[in-house]
């Protein structure tokens, strides 16, 4: 089994398994891994800084190899080799590697490329990655194209490529949140959504501040966004077009309050909550047809829904059994199955794009915890704790949870937050100032 093989079942192992010792030595010696209670020794590579095939994509090919770097660095899987301790250079992108440089200084994996500008603003980026220690390529060269101003989406783009082919799963830095900016003073907030790229690059704004809005949540093909707002003065249902950023409210109800849209796999239909008469139940709306149909019908209080990958099912949080807990049913109505039983209350519950796992938060004894469950009620772990975390959204891959922090006191400011799956890399995501509510997109076409 190469090294890289061995990785990728080792990181299936940290997702299934919540505290396990893990130890493992390849035939290699010095390709080694090792995982102690979900804590996974990084993997050293280097990355050149990639050649520039003309003077004008001199810079280009300089944060290229930034950004790549900073995707791979940020999962905490991988730790860069400083280019002050590289023994080789690469001048030439077919030139033979020198595989005896690059052991020198125990780099694992090594990423070659070069970027090149033509006619028009046209560029090109290549690259190639190699197993140091087999002295292999791993897979072949790629080649993306674009232009000049999608240069940070190519360079996540061969991110993407080389994490898939060490990990052995797919990748999540091409891809977008959405979330929602907030200003201002905490007693008068305003709020309005924007869209970035997932490492808080490329920040667009979708709406202004003259309406507060609340809950985005991204479209499967990532090109239309459900977020509740109080434009018409009562909390509505709107759907916008990320392209023209034209948003249009939805017709789900003329005397309800409707809330907590959430999009199905297929688009072709959204699941929601609507109160009405001190009753809050699930309806689906049909985009196309318009037809609404009520899912859940009792006293309690269902919100929260989310749809399973493949949109049989669907996981929303009630209040039915005297707390606040997780249920199951069919995607059609009918008999809810509760999963949670811990201490505490369970709420905005979000399924994984794997399908396995169920994100949520819990409030349990003053403090708050972003937490994963597996879809039959078993393995409650819980991956963070403070004053106040909540809202839980996941990457493409189903490797990364984001989800917004409150800090304590008058001056605490929400922010987004990122940790792993198995509770290790937590990290502040960066965003131009107060933020709460990220919906994360799936990968770019």
């Known amino acids: 089994m190469t090294f890289f093989r061995l990785l990728s079942v080792l990181l299936t192992l940290a997702l299934l398994t919540p505290v396990p010792a893990v130890e493992a030595q390849s035939n290699q010696g010095p390709l080694r891994i090792r995982i102690t209670e979900g804590v996974i020794e990084p993997l050293p590579f280097a990355i050149p800084e990639f050649i520039a095939e003309s003077p004008a994509a001199a810079q280009l090919a300089r944060q290229v190899s930034q950004v790549i770097a900073a995707d791979l660095t940020g999962t905490g899987l991988f730790r860069e080799i400083p280019a002050s301790a590289h023994i080789s250079e690469v001048t030439n992108f077919n030139a033979p590697v020198q595989f005896a440089d690059w052991k020198a200084i125990n780099a694992q994996a090594l990423i070659t490329g070069s970027v090149g500008v033509g006619s028009g603003g046209q560029m090109t980026v290549k690259f190639r990655l190699f197993d140091v220690f087999s002295e292999a390529p791993l897979g072949e060269g790629l080649q993306f194209g674009g232009t000049q101003d999608t240069w940070r989406r190519m360079a996540h783009k061969v991110a993407d490529q080389v994490y898939s082919r060490i990990t052995g799963e797919s990748g999540y830095f091409d891809s977008r949140v959405v979330f929602v900016s907030e200003s201002g003073d905490k007693a008068n907030r305003a709020k309005r959504l924007a869209i970035m790229d997932y490492d808080g690059a490329n920040v667009q704004f979708l709406t202004g501040n003259n309406a507060l809005v609340l809950a985005p949540r991204i479209s499967t093909a ?100 005297g707390s606040q807990q997780l249920y199951i049913m069919p995607a059609t109505g009918g008999e809810a199955r509760r999963i949670s039983f811990g201490q505490g209350r369970y709420g905005t519950p979000v399924w994984s794009p794997r399908g396995d796992l169920i994100a949520f938060t819990k409030q349990n004894q003053g403090r708050f915890h972003i937490g994963v469950i597996r879809v039959d009620g078993s393995g409650e772990r819980l991956l963070t704790a403070s004053f106040l975390d909540e809202g839980p959204t996941w990457s493409p891959n189903g490797r990364v949870i984001m989800f917004t922090r409150e800090t304590q006191g008058a001056s605490g400011a929400p922010a987004l937050f990122s940790v792993d799956v198995s509770g290790r890399n937590l990290k502040r995501v960066p965003t131009p100032g107060p933020a709460s509510d990220p919906a994360w997109s799936p990968l770019l076409q």
């Open 222 to 321: 990532g090109d239309r966004v459900l977020y509740t707002s109080y434009e018409t003065g009562r909390p509505t249902v709107f759907e916008l077009n990320v392209a023209n950023v034209s948003p249009r409210a939805l017709n789900l109800s003329s005397d309800a309050v409707t809330f907590s849209p959430r999009y199905a796999p297929d688009g072709r239909s959204l699941i929601y909550s609507q109160s009405q008469g001190g009753n809050t139940d699930l309806y689906r709306f049909d985009v196309n047809t318009g037809q609404r149909t009520r899912l859940t019908s009792s006293p309690a209080i269902d919100t929260a829904p989310s749809y399973s990958p493949d949109g049989r099912q669907i996981v929303f949080e009630s209040d039915r059994s």
